[in-house]
């Protein structure tokens, strides 16, 4: 974690040293953690569109599935003074806008391309309702409270709704 250049090294790594062979469909998704609200995500985002193009051009007969980052609850109240005071406010609102950029940026180039939309997923509640908010004159999206079990992980029924979510872009994703 925290070293989302060297993931997407290493998925193509894996593909291209023999994993290509046995599987079917691949999917390539960094984690929450990988963003900063300093993160070149415009670069970040141009290594993993290189990378599984041209996996897709060497490789035709395996479905990659891309996939969108997962996000972060959107800590507020106690949450983010608890945070402050414990010196792990580093992962807030400005994160969660760098991770909607490169979502954004995923949603834009696979839309209708074997996509698998995490963050959609994680920040939809069930009543149809996004989780998100605002900063510094940024929309973003966050991971829904109900889904949590804490800031950045599913508790049992987010994973439920998760899995599902998955299946459903696997199965999109079978020829």
Known sequence: NEQ???KIQDFDHALRSGLAEHVDVAIMKLCYIDFRSDTDVDALFAAYRDTIEAL???FPDITIVKATVPLMTDRRGLSKLKAR???ND???PAENVARERFNTLVRERYAGDH??????AESTAP?????GGRHDGQDYFALYDGYASDPGHLN?????MAAAAWVRAVAGAVR
């Open 127 to 131: 009543d149809g309702a996004r989780s």
């Open 90 to 92: 580093r992962f807030g």
């Open 4 to 6: 989302p250049l060297g």
């Open 156 to 160: 049992a029924q987010g994973a439920k």
């Open 115 to 120: 996509l698998f939309d995490v963050a959609a």
């Open 85 to 87: 005071i414990s010196g």
């Open 56 to 58: 897709e051009r060497d």
